[in-house]
């Protein structure tokens, strides 16, 4: 494989540049720069009897690197024109090429240093803006997933390899029933995988995001409070009723989760068919909101929607009336904000390791298996072949799970996300 390098920070003038070097070939192209090949420590970087720069280099024998290849980094001074420098050296050596997007990282996972879903535990961590995706994503970086996979495979191959036993022996006295050893590994799996399944929803949510849809009637004060909560005029307040007419969102941190909140049209029988429009736009993202903040006019007011489970209810300008908060004096805006993160943190304290579409699919698919061959030891057990195939079906979901089999076409797609460096 070719040598490759790249720029691993972030470009423009910063207290220190990383240029990484992987491959057989990285020992070399440090010998152009320093002697000897093993160099470390601090060291001055000359190339055709000039100086570069002094640099902390750093050297990675394989298959102790990231990449599972020889690494070495150069820990350079910040500046653009050191770096180009260096890179510009760097192109002219034989065998080297500038690294392709997430190219380390791909080299990675072929030489078995992190399988897939580390690569996009990877991926997340560093896309992470609140303290629960950086908690989510270092989890799955760490090989939670794996680890979960490896050991449910282990299960299956030893009840496959029971159910096969039996096929090769079918003619002779086999003085142990294996069936029972086979359901109970069959349903100790099947469990796990369901339970693994079930909490995908909530670390969904933690990666993309939670929606808190501020609902109620006109002029309940929904824009002042998203103004209070984003502590900027995100949206536009007036005294007059019907004044938002589309859907106005906000990103936040709230208490370490991602928060979108949403401020939607005021709830009623529009007078104008723009203003329809904006109610039923309200009513849709409403529904499909995490949480709705119902605001009330009043105490005992109607709500304007019916609360589901874990909605929040509140009385809005408490600086008027007997309420619950103001959004223009602050009052009580820390409680109810409370109430909302309790509510979130309730619902992501669900989440389990499996946080991308892919991997629910190889969940669901490999429970779908068992099912079958569950069903199948029950009700034809003459039929030990069928279940010893949906065993193995179920094995190759797992294996999809970290990228063992049957991921080719998804690797261009997850590795064009990652930066030049990574």
Same mark, same amino acid.
Do not use: Y
């Given at each position: 494989?070719?040598?490759?390098?790249?720029?691993?920070?972030?470009?423009?003038?910063?207290?220190?540049?990383?240029?990484?070097?992987?491959?057989?070939?990285?020992?070399?192209?440090?010998?152009?720069?320093?002697?000897?090949?093993?160099?470390?420590?601090?060291?001055?970087?000359?190339?055709?009897?000039?100086?570069?720069?002094?640099?902390?280099?750093?050297?990675?024998?394989?298959?102790?690197?990231?990449?599972?290849?020889?690494?070495?980094?150069?820990?350079?001074?910040?500046?653009?024109?050191?770096?180009?420098?260096?890179?510009?050296?760097?192109?002219?050596?034989?065998?080297?090429?500038?690294?392709?997007?997430?190219?380390?990282?791909?080299?990675? !996972?072929?030489?078995?240093? %992190? #399988?897939? /879903?580390?690569?996009?535990?990877? +991926? *997340?961590? @560093? &896309?992470?803006?609140?303290?629960?995706?950086?908690?989510?994503?270092?989890?799955?970086?760490?090989?939670?997933?794996?680890?979960?996979?490896?050991?449910?495979?282990?299960?299956?191959?030893?009840?496959?390899?029971?159910?096969?036993?039996?096929?090769?022996?079918?003619?002779?006295?086999?003085?142990?029933?294996?069936?029972?050893?086979?359901?109970?590994?069959?349903?100790?799996?099947?469990?796990?995988?369901?339970?693994?399944?079930?909490?995908?929803?909530?670390?969904?949510?933690?990666?993309?995001?939670?929606?808190?849809?501020?609902?109620?009637?006109?002029?309940?004060?929904?824009?002042?409070?998203?103004?209070?909560?984003?502590?900027?005029?995100?949206?536009?307040?007036?005294?007059?009723?019907?004044?938002?007419?589309?859907?106005?969102?906000?990103?936040?941190?709230?208490?370490? !989760?991602?928060?979108?909140? %949403? #401020?939607? /049209?005021?709830?009623?029988?529009? +007078? *104008?068919? @723009? &203003?329809?429009?904006?109610?039923?736009?309200?009513?849709?993202?409403?529904?499909?909101?995490?949480?709705?903040?119902?605001?009330?006019?009043?105490?005992?007011?109607?709500?304007?929607?019916?609360?589901?489970?874990?909605?929040?209810?509140?009385?809005?300008?408490?600086?008027?009336?007997?309420?619950?908060?103001?959004?223009?004096?602050?009052?009580?805006?820390?409680?109810?904000?409370?109430?909302?993160?309790?509510?979130?943190?309730?619902?992501?304290?669900?989440?389990?390791?499996?946080?991308?579409?892919?991997?629910?699919?190889?969940?669901?698919?490999?429970?779908?298996?068992?099912?079958?061959?569950?069903?199948?030891?029950?009700?034809?057990?003459?039929?030990?072949?069928?279940?010893?195939?949906?065993?193995?079906?179920?094995?190759?979901?797992?294996?999809?799970?970290?990228?063992?089999?049957?991921?080719?076409? %998804?690797?261009?797609?997850?590795?064009?996300?990652?930066?030049?460096?990574?």
């Amino acid at each position: 494989m070719d040598t490759i390098f790249a720029l691993a920070s972030a470009r423009g003038k910063s207290g220190v540049a990383v240029v990484r070097i992987s491959g057989s070939g990285a020992q070399k192209a440090l010998g152009e720069f320093c002697s000897p090949v093993d160099s470390r420590g601090l060291r001055k970087l000359i190339f055709n009897g000039s100086l570069l720069d002094e640099a902390l280099v750093l050297n990675f024998p394989a298959p102790n690197s990231f990449t599972g290849e020889n690494v070495v980094e150069l820990h350079l001074h910040g500046s653009p024109a050191i770096v180009n420098v260096v890179l510009t050296c760097l192109s002219g050596m034989e065998g080297l090429r500038l690294a392709e997007a997430g190219e380390f990282t791909r080299r990675a !996972l072929e030489n078995e240093r %992190l #399988d897939l /879903a580390q690569v996009e535990g990877l +991926s *997340d961590l @560093i &896309e992470a803006e609140t303290e629960a995706q950086r908690r989510q994503a270092v989890s799955v970086f760490s090989g939670a997933l794996g680890e979960k996979a490896d050991r449910w495979r282990t299960k299956l191959v030893r009840a496959a390899a029971l159910i096969e036993a039996t096929i090769d022996f079918a003619d002779e006295d086999v003085p142990i029933d294996v069936t029972p050893e086979v359901n109970a590994l069959l349903q100790v799996v099947s469990a796990e995988l369901v339970q693994e399944a079930t909490g995908f929803g909530a670390a969904e949510r933690i990666r993309d995001g939670f929606e808190v849809a501020i609902v109620g009637p006109p002029n309940v004060g929904k824009s002042t409070l998203l103004n209070a909560l984003a502590g900027r005029k995100a949206a536009l307040t007036s005294s007059v009723a019907g004044t938002t007419r589309d859907v106005i969102e906000v990103r936040m941190d709230l208490k370490g !989760l991602p928060v979108t909140f %949403l #401020d939607t /049209a005021g709830l009623r029988d529009a +007078s *104008d068919d @723009i &203003e329809r429009l904006g109610v039923e736009l309200a009513r849709e993202r409403a529904e499909k909101a995490d949480v709705r903040l119902i605001l009330l006019e009043a105490a005992g007011a109607k709500p304007v929607l019916t609360p589901h489970q874990g909605d929040v209810v509140a009385v809005s300008k408490r600086d008027l009336h007997d309420g619950d908060f103001s959004a223009m004096t602050g009052a009580g805006l820390d409680s109810l904000v409370d109430k909302i993160a309790s509510e979130l943190e309730t619902r992501a304290s669900l989440a389990g390791v499996a946080i991308r579409d892919r991997h629910r699919i190889s969940m669901e698919r490999a429970v779908t298996s068992l099912g079958i061959a569950q069903d199948q030891l029950r009700t034809s057990p003459e039929l030990a072949e069928l279940s010893a195939e949906e065993l193995r079906s179920a094995i190759r979901a797992l294996d999809a799970l970290v990228g063992r089999v049957d991921v080719e076409n %998804l690797l261009d797609e997850i590795f064009s996300s990652f930066c030049i460096g990574k």
